[in-house]
């Protein structure tokens, strides 16, 4: 059964959590502590949120919102707290937070990352196209968006 749930805004504290989930989720991540630091602080465009389950960490996602345009830079969810509607409750809450400061939000998902396209797709994103080698030689992307209000 899912525990109570609750997304609140990243903090620096909370970055180890976020850095063993980021660890088991993205196995050629690159994004160290530092990035992430940056990231929350002096990234004026970026917003990060947790997700905890009974008060614990169990997932997060970023966005920059630049403009009129937001663009999600990461999704993640604990491997053992996967497959309870987590993920999407966190792109909920992305849609909640931009509307009505911007039109759209794209992303960039790998062409074989089965899980997430399928979260995306039922999250009302559509195919826009692909970037070729986006994550390495061979490594190919899709690009998807939504619309806010759909
Ligand atoms: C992708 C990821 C974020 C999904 O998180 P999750 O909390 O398990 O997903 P949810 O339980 O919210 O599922 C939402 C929808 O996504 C799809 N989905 C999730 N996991 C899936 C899987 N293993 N296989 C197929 N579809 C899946 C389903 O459509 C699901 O809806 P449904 O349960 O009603 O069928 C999670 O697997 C993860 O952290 N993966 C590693 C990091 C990653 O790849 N992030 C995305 C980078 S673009």
């Known amino acids: 059964m899912a525990g109570q749930t ?16 980021e660890k088991e989720a993205f196995k050629d991540s690159t994004w160290t502590i530092e990035a992430y630091t940056r990231e929350l602080v002096m990234n ?8 905890e389950e009974d008060g ?16 999600v830079t990461t999704v993640a969810i604990k491997k053992s707290m996967r497959g309870k509607g987590y993920s999407h409750l966190l792109i909920n809450h992305i849609k909640d937070f931009v509307r009505g400061q911007a039109d759209t939000i794209s992303l960039e998902v790998r062409v074989d990352n089965t899980p997430a396209l399928a979260l995306y797709e039922k999250s009302g994103f559509n195919y826009g196209g692909i ?3 986006y994550y390495g030689e061979g490594l190919d992307a ?5 619309n806010i209000d759909e």
Do not use: P, S
């Open 142 to 146: 899709h690009v998807m968006w939504v």
């Open 131 to 133: 970037r070729k080698n």
């Open 44 to 51: 004026q465009f970026a917003h990060y949120f947790i997700l």
């Open 6 to 21: 609750k997304i609140r805004t990243m903090q620096l504290e909370d970055l180890d959590a976020v850095l063993e989930i």
């Open 56 to 71: 614990n960490i169990v997932g997060y996602t970023g966005i920059w919102l630049v403009i009129d345009h937001c663009q």
